[in-house]
């Protein structure tokens, strides 16, 4: 943690005394975003605390310089924990596509892919803190044309999770969006991602998820543990969306096989969801294979309803992480462009343990 945080200050104060001693970078951008959230519980057989927690609280910095060359870099302070964010070198005068390189998005997962400030929900889907490997350090090219696009990425560790007793996990990545329909009905996403990860020398790895509400350290409900001896992992989405008018749905399916060695058994595990929501007084934009912030018809508040199930499945032979379905409603409320207001209630279904907790969460958040 001191090494990330020695880097990370030292990062910051080049990126910014850079942009603003060089002429050659073009109008550095500072960006941000604060996420502060608030849960309350009824127990069931599980315990859980009510809390407060600042979820997020970035600052960064973007701009570009040269013929086709932009970077950005942003870290998050919440809670007094320093951790990197993107921090990226991009070239896009290569093909007709951008080369990327540093610390970003693995290109997995329409829901991962959508920014945390645009999510209808006030936490993504069990199946995308389970399965989804997040920011990595790593390579990527991505191209986005009127109504199909594709993301490719070659990626190793996330920054902070050195590992330093043998080699480094080595993966591979590709996501294609298609768009079948544009028009006065509406847009439709289709899209397919795979991801590859061997383990190398780390041998194990382990998938588990929150009951999609973090406030007052929820804990996890299903939790594989660390499964030994593995040497892969091979994971499979599928993605599918409609945008017309005020109304939007949203659909994932994923999974992830676990190839293990020394004679113990191969485990798969998956999980999907479904979600769907209808904007008053404004839209929900998409462009580029993913979702977008809602935006006002005017200058009056925009007014947000959603609906979502979301399911995951953590067992599998002698692997017992656990089933758990989940009911979401959700109300947002968008007084500006860069402010939002969000109000959930999570109906939480543990099928291993009969464990029927609700929770009530509330953020505010202001991204500029």
Same mark, same amino acid.
């Given at each position: 943690?001191?090494?990330?945080?020695?880097?990370?200050?030292?990062?910051?104060?080049?990126?910014?005394?850079?942009?603003?001693?060089?002429?050659?970078?073009? +109008?550095?951008?500072? /960006?941000?975003? *604060?996420?502060? =959230?608030?849960?309350?519980? @009824? $127990? &069931?057989?599980?315990?859980? &605390?009510?809390?407060?927690?600042?979820?997020?609280?970035?600052?960064?910095?973007?701009?570009?310089?040269?013929?086709?060359?932009?970077?950005?870099?942003?870290? %998050?302070?919440?809670?007094? &924990?320093?951790?990197?964010? $993107? +921090?990226?070198?991009?070239?896009?005068?290569?093909?007709?596509?951008? *080369?990327?390189?540093?610390?970003?998005?693995?290109?997995?997962?329409?829901?991962?892919?959508?920014?945390?400030?645009?999510?209808?929900?006030?936490?993504?889907?069990?199946?995308?803190?389970?399965?989804? =490997?997040?920011?990595?350090?790593?390579?990527?090219?991505?191209?986005?044309?009127?109504?199909?696009?594709?993301? !490719?990425?070659?990626?190793?560790?996330?920054?902070? $999770?050195?590992?330093?007793?043998?080699?480094?996990?080595?993966?591979?990545?590709?996501?294609?969006?298609?768009?079948?329909?544009?028009?006065?009905?509406?847009?439709?996403?289709?899209?397919?991602?795979?991801?590859?990860?061997?383990? #190398?020398?780390?041998?194990?790895?382990?998938?588990?998820?929150?009951?999609?509400?973090?406030?007052?350290? /929820?804990?996890?409900?299903?939790?594989?543990?660390?499964?030994?001896?593995?040497?892969?992992?091979?994971?499979?989405? !599928?993605?599918?969306?409609?945008?017309?008018?005020?109304?939007? !749905?949203?659909?994932?399916?994923?999974?992830?096989?676990?190839?293990?060695?020394?004679?113990?058994?191969?485990? @798969?595990?998956?999980?999907?969801?479904? +979600?769907?929501?209808?904007?008053?007084?404004? /839209?929900?934009?998409?462009?580029?294979?993913?979702?977008?912030?809602?935006?006002?018809?005017?200058?009056?508040?925009?007014?947000?309803?959603?609906?979502?199930?979301?399911?995951? &499945?953590?067992? @599998?032979?002698?692997?017992?992480?656990?089933?758990?379905?989940?009911?979401?409603?959700?109300?947002?409320?968008?007084?500006? #462009? %860069?402010?939002?207001?969000?109000?959930?209630?999570?109906?939480?279904?543990?099928?291993?343990?009969? #464990?029927?907790?609700?929770?009530?969460?509330?953020?505010?958040?202001?991204?500029?």
């Amino acid at each position: 943690m001191n090494a990330l945080r020695k880097y990370g200050a030292m990062a910051s104060t080049l990126l910014i005394g850079a942009s603003l001693a060089m002429p050659a970078l073009a +109008q550095p951008k500072i /960006t941000g975003r *604060l996420h502060l =959230d608030a849960a309350l519980y @009824d $127990d &069931d057989k599980t315990t859980l &605390d009510n809390g407060v927690l600042v979820r997020r609280a970035r600052v960064g910095i973007n701009g570009s310089f040269g013929d086709g060359f932009a970077y950005h870099a942003e870290f %998050n302070f919440a809670e007094n &924990d320093l951790s990197a964010a $993107d +921090q990226w070198l991009s070239y896009s005068k290569l093909g007709p596509g951008t *080369l990327k390189i540093g610390h970003f998005k693995v290109p997995f997962g329409l829901n991962e892919q959508t920014s945390s400030n645009s999510i209808s929900f006030i936490e993504r889907t069990m199946g995308t803190e389970a399965f989804v =490997d997040s920011r990595k350090l790593g390579v990527g090219y991505e191209y986005f044309a009127s109504n199909y696009g594709y993301q !490719l990425m070659a990626y190793t560790r996330g920054i902070g $999770d050195s590992n330093a007793s043998g080699d480094e996990p080595i993966g591979g990545a590709g996501r294609f969006v298609f768009n079948p329909m544009t028009g006065d009905r509406g847009t439709v996403h289709l899209g397919v991602a795979v991801a590859y990860q061997s383990t #190398d020398d780390d041998n194990e790895v382990r998938f588990r998820s929150r009951p999609e509400v973090r406030a007052g350290g /929820t804990p996890r409900l299903v939790n594989t543990g660390m499964i030994s001896n593995a040497s892969s992992t091979l994971k499979l989405g !599928l993605e599918g969306g409609w945008v017309t008018g005020p109304f939007w !749905l949203e659909g994932e399916y994923m999974r992830a096989d676990v190839s293990r060695k020394d004679g113990f058994s191969d485990v @798969d595990f998956s999980a999907w969801h479904i +979600q769907s929501g209808y904007v008053f007084n404004g /839209t929900r934009p998409y462009r580029g294979g993913r979702f977008r912030t809602v935006k006002s018809n005017n200058d009056r508040a925009a007014w947000e309803v959603a609906v979502r199930y979301s399911a995951i &499945d953590l067992n @599998d032979g002698v692997i017992s992480g656990g089933e758990e379905n989940n009911i979401t409603l959700g109300l947002n409320v968008y007084p500006s #462009d %860069n402010v939002r207001f969000m109000a959930n209630v999570i109906f939480v279904d543990q099928k291993d343990t009969g #464990d029927k907790p609700t929770a009530f969460a509330l953020r505010t958040q202001v991204n500029f």
